[in-house]
């Protein structure tokens, strides 16, 4: 991975700044579909040559936010298509649809706090996005929240690099580091409400 980064950063380097913004929105919009895909330390990286005015911030955070909703709707629309023309055809035999429909309850009553913080979880933007679009929740308000949502992060990254990007090396550690530690926190929470909610119903019952 490092000796690719390396490579993206000097391919970057040698192109017009039109040309990386372009290649920006297309990386935001790809990591939606390909998480792996690492559009974060490629925003870190660019924000280092706002600071040499080789690009404009502005319109560096407009690409990655852009791209970003694009390809966070791209996956709505297919998690979409796979409720509508797959899962109640029953085409996924693993798959049991009663828990699937639980699980897009589940989705529909917090989906839209997971849309809010999804940037900010390592991994899962994809899934996220898929399980939006198969749980039907409004397109509209799940536009404007992963927007608002892009546009945060973005903003985060790019700042971050124009500030240190001296020690580019250090900061891309610490967002991994970040992204881990928050990803795990947000994932322990959400079982820990889960195994609370399934025991108070125990007790009840």
């Given at each position: 991975?490092?000796?690719?980064?390396h490579?993206?950063?000097?391919?970057?380097?040698t192109?017009?700044p039109?040309?990386?913004y372009?290649?920006?929105?297309?990386?935001?919009?790809?990591?939606?579909?390909?998480p792996?895909?690492?559009?974060?330390?490629?925003?870190?990286?660019?924000?280092t040559?706002?600071a040499?005015?080789?690009?404009?911030?502005?319109?560096?955070?407009?690409s990655?936010?852009?791209?970003?909703?694009?390809?966070?709707?791209?996956?709505?629309?297919?998690?979409?298509?796979f409720?509508?023309k797959?899962?109640?055809?029953?085409?996924?035999?693993?798959?049991?649809?009663?828990?699937?429909?639980?699980?897009?309850?589940?989705?529909?009553?917090?989906?839209?706090?997971?849309?809010?913080?999804?940037?900010?979880?390592?991994?899962?933007?994809?899934?996220?996005?898929?399980?939006?679009?198969?749980?039907?929740?409004?397109?509209?308000?799940?536009?404007?929240?992963?927007?608002?949502?892009?546009f945060?992060?973005?903003?985060?990254?790019?700042?971050?690099?124009?500030?240190?990007?001296?020690?580019l090396?250090?900061?891309?550690?610490?967002?991994?580091?970040?992204?881990?530690?928050?990803?795990?926190?947000?994932?322990?929470s959400?079982?820990?409400?889960?195994?609370?909610?399934?025991?108070?119903r125990?007790?009840?019952?």
């Amino acid at each position: 991975m490092e000796a690719f980064l390396h490579y993206i950063f000097d391919f970057l380097g040698t192109l017009p700044p039109v040309l990386i913004y372009v290649f920006v929105l297309f990386s935001s919009f790809i990591e939606n579909i390909f998480p792996p895909f690492p559009s974060d330390v490629i925003l870190v990286f660019l924000g280092t040559l706002t600071a040499k005015e080789a690009v404009n911030f502005t319109l560096v955070q407009t690409s990655a936010t852009l791209g970003g909703s694009i390809g966070f709707m791209f996956m709505y629309y297919v998690g979409q298509y796979f409720s509508d023309k797959v899962v109640e055809a029953h085409k996924i035999p693993f798959l049991p649809l009663d828990k699937l429909h639980v699980a897009e309850r589940w989705f529909q009553k917090y989906g839209y706090v997971l849309i809010i913080i999804n940037r900010f979880l390592s991994g899962t933007r994809a899934i996220i996005s898929f399980f939006a679009g198969m749980s039907g929740i409004n397109k509209w308000i799940t536009l404007a929240l992963c927007t608002v949502s892009s546009f945060i992060w973005n903003y985060i990254l790019i700042y971050w690099g124009r500030e240190l990007g001296h020690n580019l090396d250090s900061v891309i550690v610490t967002i991994d580091k970040y992204s881990t530690l928050f990803t795990l926190a947000v994932t322990g929470s959400i079982i820990l409400y889960v195994l609370w909610k399934v025991n108070n119903r125990k007790e009840k019952e």
